[in-house]
């Protein structure tokens, strides 16, 4: 360890840069988070006292979160693009995991850096890409069929499908650790005691990876949920929790109200990231 | 059926998906920004093939300033969440006790839950004019009026790495905790000093976490939007700024796809070159984070 031949004085050093170091972390989400509880129309200083109409309050001047229209709506699309990519993600990594842990086929390595690469391209890139290839698609059909696929202008579908892009390198790293782990007597066993091809992926297989795959199924919806760049280009007219926020931000002046968000967001995220780390913590009894 | 025609049939339905995925959301993708981004636009309606895009960035100094300042703080921002990281994650790793590693690790990722998007809004309620770092520096009578700490690049650098620094430790520390004790004691016992174990022992154990920790960090400072824009103002001059603007403003899609693949060349080149420069390979490093 570092203490040998060190003294005293640089342990201390190192604990305070640490200390300082989780203080710089904490700062900002503090800054957030607290003003929510402000009284006041505006998220700064002076403390005016406690309140929580910036959640529950239902009039101008001090519209609370839960009775914004706009705030809640967005609030509803993240939602459902979240659940959406996670599902998908999930399903598609599931299927990558047994492709890459359990099959041999040409060239394998090489699509292995091929799952990996959409991780490494920069979100506004992938952004851009698929809304030009949908646009593409979409404005061939027109000139060709004369039919107008909405489905691929902007909106709804081409965020999620935008998002799923990378999202599903995630995921797959995280159930192909896990099934790297496996146990392959296990399926042995109940191979010779009978079952069929099906009855050992549903009743032995699955179920040792369904941690991974609730895990993964976690971080893919706050991923999806936090997503910001790659969603900027192909929003349509229903924008996400974040796409609203940052209008409101860079244009108005914003109220406290972005401050109760904020802290329902990190609220949210932390029982999920709870809830996922006991999902963990059931793997390792196993 | 015979059991091969089986085993061919099922892995040709586990490729597809997988096959699916990369071909119609990356592969397709990336060939029609190419041909867009090659695509001039010689009067309303008609095109020509040809470099135009291109040789229109080169003869622009604003666009390809922006390109290489954007690369450079990158690089930067790179350097500084490694050197502000490494203490941390060496911290977790292998100082701190059994229990407050736990603790202390999931400390560093709370935050990596939180959207980029809080994160900077945080940043701009501390620092901004009315902020509570202006108000507290005036409170206890070190300036005298309100003072502006956003929209210059210190506070962009900063924020940055706030932004980041979060994926370079993890890397970091799940390669530091695999790393015997034992190789550190044996290099103290061989009669080096603190800081030769660190550079003879300690970093090359850690170089797959460091280029893993380095890479991602890199992408996401050059890819990164929100950051440099809030705190950085309208005039931060961040590249993915240039190609919204191009897209979206604009409604140029030719010359915006040209700065997508001219953004995506640069960064990889980067990363390509990281990677040969520290002999580590893609699959080796961030796969493994």
């Known amino acids: ?286 | 059926m015979n059991p091969r025609d089986f085993k061919r049939l099922s892995l040709i339905l586990l490729f597809m998906p997988f096959a699916l995925w990369i071909l119609l959301l990356i592969v397709l993708p990336h060939i029609g920004m190419g041909v867009l981004a090659l695509r001039e636009k010689v009067a309303p309606r008609v095109y020509e093939f040809g470099f135009g895009n291109f040789i229109e960035f080169l003869h622009e100094p604003i666009y390809w300033n922006t390109l290489l300042r954007t690369g450079t703080m990158s690089m930067l921002v790179t350097a500084l969440a490694l050197i502000a990281g490494f203490p941390i994650a060496y911290y977790i790793a292998k100082i701190a006790g059994r229990r407050s590693r736990g603790a202390l690790f999931l400390l560093c990722l709370i935050p990596l839950w939180v959207s980029d998007l809080i994160r900077a809004f945080g940043w701009i309620l501390l620092l901004r004019e009315t902020g509570v770092i202006s108000g507290a520096l005036q409170a206890i009578g070190l300036i005298d009026g309100p003072v502006e700490l956003l929209y210059n690049d210190v506070t962009v650098i900063i924020g940055l790495v706030y932004t980041v620094i979060l994926f370079m430790i993890v890397p970091l520390v799940s390669t530091l905790d695999g790393m015997d004790n034992a190789m550190i004691e044996a290099g103290y016992n061989l009669g080096g000093n603190g800081f030769t174990v660190l550079r003879r022992i300690i970093i090359p154990y850690a170089m797959p976490g460091i280029v893993s920790g380095c890479i991602i960090v890199f992408m996401l400072t050059a890819g990164s939007y929100l950051t440099p824009i809030l705190l950085g103002g309208k005039n931060s001059s961040w590249f993915t700024e240039t190609i919204y603007e191009q897209f979206i403003t604009r409604y140029n899609w030719e010359s915006g796809a040209a700065f997508g693949f001219l953004l995506l060349a640069f960064t990889s080149g980067v990363v390509w070159l990281g990677l040969k420069l520290s002999r580590q390979t893609l699959a080796g490093t961030v796969a493994k984070s």
């Not at chain 1, 965020?159 to 896990?178: D, N």
């Not at chain 1, 760049?229 to 109220?255: C, H, Q, W, Y």
């Not at chain 1, 406290?256 to 029982?271: D, E, K």
């Open chain 1, 1 to 286: 360890m570092l203490d040998r031949n060190t003294n005293w004085g640089f342990l201390l050093g190192y604990r305070l840069y640490v200390l300082a170091f989780f203080i710089f972390l904490a700062a900002p989400l503090t800054a957030a988070a607290v003003f929510a509880f402000n009284d006041s129309l505006f998220p700064a200083l002076p403390w005016q006292g406690f309140t929580l109409d910036w959640f529950f309050n239902d009039t101008d001047p001090k519209l609370g979160m839960f009775h914004d229209r706009r705030l809640l709506r967005g609030l509803y699309y993240s939602f459902v693009i979240g659940i959406a990519v996670a599902g998908l993600s999930v399903a598609v990594g599931t299927c990558n995991a047994f492709l890459f842990v359990r099959r041999q086929f040409p060239a394998k390595n090489f699509f292995y850096i091929v799952m990996i690469v959409p991780l490494v391209i920069p979100g506004v890139i992938l952004g851009i890409s698929i809304l030009v290839f949908a646009s593409t698609v979409a404005n061939g059909v027109e000139d060709g069929y004369g039919i107008d696929l909405e489905l691929l202008r902007p909106g709804i579908l081409l965020v999620v499908l935008g998002q799923f892009s990378f999202v599903t390198t995630i995921t797959s790293l995280v159930i192909i650790a896990r099934l790297k782990k496996f146990d392959g007597s296990m399926e042995e066993a109940a191979f010779n005691l009978g079952a069929s091809r099906a009855r050992v992926l549903a009743t032995i297989t699955l179920p040792f990876l369904r941690p991974a795959m609730i895990a993964a199924g976690i971080v893919a919806f706050l991923v999806s949920f936090e997503n910001f760049n790659t969603t900027l280009f192909l929003v349509g007219s229903e924008s996400p929790l974040t796409i609203t926020m940052f209008d409101r931000m860079a244009k108005v002046g914003s109220t406290p109200v972005l401050n109760a968000v904020s802290f329902f967001l990190m609220v949210g995220s932390g029982l999920l990231a709870v809830v996922s780390i006991l999902v963990q913590r059931d793997r390792a009894k196993e």
